[in-house]
């Protein structure tokens, strides 16, 4: 019992010293770094080193955003559904995840020794951090106890995975017989339960040359548009001699998905969706159960048993899941004859923030791209500028070097041997680039490389099948028009059409729709309905007339093309339930990629679908005369604005989708689309402004929450404080990591 005891104290006297240890850390990291924040509470973090720096991330995060930083930690533990007490229906698919997130972090734990120093100590510092901010607020957390967070959880963070819609997409293109031979996985149902992804996710890119620059320096605007709970986090780290760096920082990560500039160059990510995987059909050994061939030989399935806890009323139950394998990828699903595996670049993939941290260090374009050549990203357009004058774009994918035929979303491969199944990807520098191309302009916004310069376009020819069909759809279109052309532009010339509000869909079709409800002869309410129509200025500006009307037309007509006919999007409907030749009288083409589509294939339909606009504009909202603004408003808590924007299907540049109103049927509110933006000038000292919609908080008893939302509708930009004298200049407050803030 004596010895007991004393073993008991021991523990306890090790855990003590371990605990006194991290706060002894916390505390000389807090004195290596300090946090200024400007207005609209961007923290710009000057830190000795790099796990200083990290360290000041984590914190301000959680200071920001509370909670939802810790969720997504304790989610990589794979522990949700250990922390939160979930009902029946969503407990067995939470399960699902957890037992996936272990796997994920079982690679982590191999692949943290193989990080350069410089990564170790952003994952070591981030997660201080966090644990810093806990500690010195406890009350904020008196609700829940979290754990103390470990490197390894912001490490599994990052563990790249195969695409969980590629696996669904696939199965619902089986037709009913195939389905039902089908024995359901652990990875089938996780792919049953992956969201679909909104439309309009993407992102809008510009750079521009000095020769089409009025200062004669290279800019470049990024603007992606997700959810506005995607979590954007604007902040500027500086540590002397390693980088001194402004952008977005993803919440509850030290890095994420980075855009943003350093004193040297900058870059911007747009959705490039390529297919980075294949999936493969092995043959069953009908002689040993759980077993494929291939070579010629039997091959044993390896089988994980992944256990995870769960929290009930009464404790804390256990569950297990089952995890199939081969060398080659992960058993997405099996029948009575084949495995199915799915072999993705993306599988256990590790060092994206060793990627991006280096980036983030370049000093130029050489040292950038040296950067870019781990692939340790396997997707996103990358566009680039930088103070020696260079604008560079690469469409950065992993794309398999296929031996065999792809089978594209709807085919799995059969394979009879390893030699079969992909084994490497295409060198970096063999992928689709434009360096400091003819008119002086990059442009992106999600389509394929084929036409990011009109002067210097990229023949289809030159690469695999399994690369991206050409396509150029009115979002991308209406950017060459704002940027394509030989106009000199400023930086405040790049803000301003930026926020550029035209539907070009209206340019294209609406004479066509004017001359068939002409030739109807309307009378009364659609004749003045037709007057209204025709004095719009082709725009979704919040005070514009007409855009409510010819939206509630457009998706009616979309409507009545699609009935009675298979519903389909190809590259030239590009997200349109309908096909295009129903929809248009001229389909996009790729002779002709900057005027098609156009026309209107039926006349008569378009009359139909205008006269139901009409009445539907009436219910929905009271009227078809209303101002765009009227309808369609910014709100976040109390504050609820006009604002302009519309979907990328009408042609939009200025990205924005709605969902209903809180607290008005007759209203909608953005849920979606612009929300962080930023446009840099490259000269001795970066010059830039930027947005972020939402604030860097959502907190709402934060300064900072929503803070920014009328500047947004409002279409403008604040100044961006970037050099040493700016920051002091504009500072509101300034504190190190657990210090009161007043």
């Known amino acids: 019992m004596y010895q007991c005891k004393q073993f008991i104290r021991a523990v306890v006297l090790v855990i003590h010293a371990i605990l006194l240890s991290s706060v002894v850390v916390a505390q000389d990291l807090a004195e290596q770094v300090v946090i200024r924040r400007t207005e609209y509470g961007v923290p710009h973090i000057k830190a000795e080193n790099i796990k200083a720096a990290s360290f000041a991330m984590g914190y301000v995060q959680v200071e920001d955003y509370g909670e939802s930083v810790l969720e997504g930690l304790v989610k990589a533990r794979g522990e949700w559904a250990l922390h939160v007490l979930l009902d029946d229906s969503l407990r067995a698919a939470q399960l699902d995840r957890d037992a996936a997130a272990k796997l994920r972090y079982a690679r982590a734990e191999e692949t943290y020794d193989l990080l350069d120093q410089d990564t170790q100590d952003l994952l ?46 696939f199965i619902q293109s089986l037709d009913k017989e195939s389905i039902a031979q089908i024995k359901e996985t652990t990875w089938m149902r996780l792919a049953a339960h992956s969201e679909d992804v909104h439309p309009d996710v993407g992102s809008n890119v510009w750079a521009l040359a000095p020769e089409r620059t009025s200062s004669g320096k290279a800019i470049l605007m990024r603007n992606p548009h997700l959810s506005w709970g995607a979590g954007y986090y604007e902040a500027h780290i500086t540590v002397p001699g390693k980088f001194d760096f402004y952008g977005d920082f993803r919440m509850g990560n030290p890095l994420g998905i980075v855009g943003g500039f350093n004193q040297h160059l900058g870059w911007s990510t747009t959705n490039n969706y390529p297919d980075t995987d294949e999936i493969y059909a092995l043959a069953i050994d009908p002689s040993r159960p759980d077993s494929y061939l291939l070579d010629g030989s039997s091959h044993f399935l390896q089988k994980e048993i992944v256990s995870v806890r769960y929290k ?13 394998s081969t060398p080659y990828g992960p058993v997405i699903y ?111 916004e999600n389509d394929p490389f084929h036409f990011t310069n009109m002067n210097e376009v990229i023949d289809p020819k030159d690469y695999p ?104 999007s190809s590259p030239e409907s590009a997200g349109y339930k309908a096909s295009a030749e129903s929809l248009f009288k001229e389909a996009w083409s790729f002779d002709k990629p900057t005027s098609t589509p156009s026309g209107l294939a ?65 209203k909608l509110q953005v849920r979606g689309g612009d929300g962080w933006v930023f446009a840099v000038e490259f000269g001795d000292i970066p010059r830039a402004y930027s947005i972020l919609a939402y604030g860097n908080s959502s907190r709402e008893d934060s300064p900072y929450y929503a803070d920014q939302l009328k500047m947004f509708t409002e279409n403008k930009m604040k100044k961006v404080a970037y050099s040493e004298e700016d920051i002091k200049e504009n500072a509101v407050i300034e504190y190190r990591p657990g210090e009161e803030v007043e």
Request: aromatic content about 10%; glycine content about 8%.
């Open 334 to 444: 099996r029948d009575d004859h084949k495995i199915y595996i799915i072999r993705a670049a993306e599988e256990g993939e590790y060092r994206t923030n060793e990627q991006f941290l280096r980036m983030m260090k370049a000093n130029n374009l050489e040292e950038w791209k040296d950067a870019m050549r781990m692939q340790a990203k396997q997707s996103s357009n990358f566009t680039y500028a930088d103070a020696d004058g260079n604008i560079f774009y690469v469409w950065n994918a992993s794309v398999p070097l296929l031996p065999l035929p792809d089978g594209g979303d709807s085919t799995a491969v059969s394979v009879e041997s390893s030699a079969q199944i992909w084994e490497e990807v295409m060198e970096w520098d063999d992928l689709p680039q434009l360096l400091n191309p003819e008119g002086g302009y990059l442009r992106n």
């Open 312 to 324: 009930t009323q009464n404790g804390v139950s256990h569950a297990s899941r089952d995890f199939w």
């Open 124 to 169: 070591e510092g981030y997660v201080a951090g966090v644990n810093r901010y806990i500690d010195t607020h406890p009350d904020e957390f008196a609700d829940r106890v979290w754990p103390t967070f470990t490197a390894m959880d912001a490490h599994a963070k990052s563990i790249g995975a195969h695409s969980g819609s590629k696996v669904r997409s």
């Open 602 to 666: 039926s006349g008569d339909r378009a009359v139909a679908a205008f006269l139901w606009a009409i009445d539907a504009c009436k219910e929905r909202y009271g009227d078809w005369n209303l101002a765009w603004g009227e309808v369609h408003r910014a709100k976040i808590g109390d504050q609820d604005y006009p604002v302009g924007g519309a979907t990328g299907d009408l042609g939009a540049f200025r990205v924005l989708w709605y969902v209903e109103h809180d607290n008005d049927a007759k």
């Open 465 to 568: 099948d399994n690369f991206n069909e050409p396509r150029l759809r009115l979002r991308s279109q209406l950017s060459l028009q704002l940027i394509g052309q030989t106009d000199i532009l400023s930086l405040e010339d790049v803000v301003e059409r930026k926020h550029n509000m035209r539907v070009l869909l209206a340019d294209r079709v609406k004479p066509d729709l004017i001359e068939a409800v002409k030739r109807s002869q309307p009378k009364g309410e659609a004749a003045k309905a037709l007057k209204h129509l025709m004095k719009w200025d082709n725009t979704v500006a919040a005070e514009s007339r007409g855009g409510v009307l010819f939206k509630t037309w457009w998706e009616r007509y979309v409507e009545l093309a699609a009935e009675g006919k298979d519903i389909e």
